[in-house]
């Protein structure tokens, strides 16, 4: 398991920075999500990078590693509009897709919002909450809060 999740962290990086062309388009940094809801609370720590397409719209794809019994995967890809409302200061709201192992293996959307804010020239820390309704019914759909930083290029 351990090898899956640091292969995936690598490939999320790899293709990130193998890929920015396009100085200012690019994003990618460190983030903790708590997931509640779940039985017990987990918290996840991973990396995200995002993608952004012109002034409003994103791609964010994401690998957090669960740190619980039986360490697992959560990999997600949201799609956000951000609405730039102060200087330095972002809205979105964000909808997308995930696949985790939260007990067992099960795929799920991603709906939810959240916020960044600038704090130096390429840095921003970034601020959001999501629900994940997953495709199987038998477990609860975990809500996550999420807190994290990242750097653009």
């Not at 918290?43 to 791609?59: E, K, M, S, T």
């Not at 409302?85 to 959307?109: E, F, K, Q």
């Not at 130096?120 to 809060?145: C, E, H, T, Y």
Request: proline fraction near 4%; glycine fraction near 12%; hydrophobic fraction near 45%.
């Amino acid at each position: 398991m351990k090898k899956i999740l640091l292969s995936a962290i690598a490939a999320l990086f790899a293709v990130t920075a193998a890929s920015a062309q396009d100085a200012g388009n690019w994003a990618v940094g460190p983030r903790m999500n708590i997931y509640t809801n779940t039985g017990e609370t987990v918290v996840g720590l991973g990396a995200y990078g995002r993608y952004n397409f012109d002034g409003n719209w994103r791609i964010e794809p994401s690998v957090m590693a669960l740190l619980h019994e039986g360490c697992s995967l959560d990999i997600s890809c949201d799609a956000q509009y951000v609405f730039h409302v102060g200087s330095g200061w972002h809205l979105y709201p964000a909808a997308g897709l995930t696949v985790n192992d939260i007990g067992r293996w099960a795929a799920g959307l991603n709906i939810g919002g959240g916020f960044d804010v600038e704090v130096a020239q390429n840095w921003d820390i970034s601020a959001g909450l999501k629900w994940q309704p997953m495709f199987d019914d038998i477990r609860p759909n975990p809500v996550v809060i999420s807190v994290g930083a990242s750097y653009k290029f």
